[in-house]
């Protein structure tokens, strides 16, 4: 799938942005220039591809001695 940003601008102002195609946390690093630019994040709704891994991402346990 392409990753994608769409932002909306509402009519009182209030700017939307939502991820397409970021699998995990990576969406949170792609609006993150985005947020700071444009001020205050008043919420943060994630979607059902926050809770997926990407392609390739691996969990390693290890056990301690």
Same mark, same amino acid.
């Given at each position: *799938? ?12 209030? %700017?939307?942005? @939502? ?8 969406? $949170?690093?792609? %609006?993150?220039? $985005?947020?700071?630019? $444009?001020?205050? %994040?008043?919420?943060?709704? *994630? @979607? ?18």
């Amino acid at each position: *799938m392409r990753k994608e940003i769409e932002i909306t601008i509402g009519d009182d102002g209030v %700017v939307q942005i @939502t991820t397409h195609g970021y699998k995990g946390p990576s969406c $949170l690093d792609a %609006v993150r220039p $985005l947020e700071e630019a $444009l001020g205050e %994040v008043i919420g943060r709704e *994630m @979607t059902s591809e926050y809770y997926e891994r990407e392609t390739g991402q691996s969990t390693q346990r290890t056990r301690g001695r």
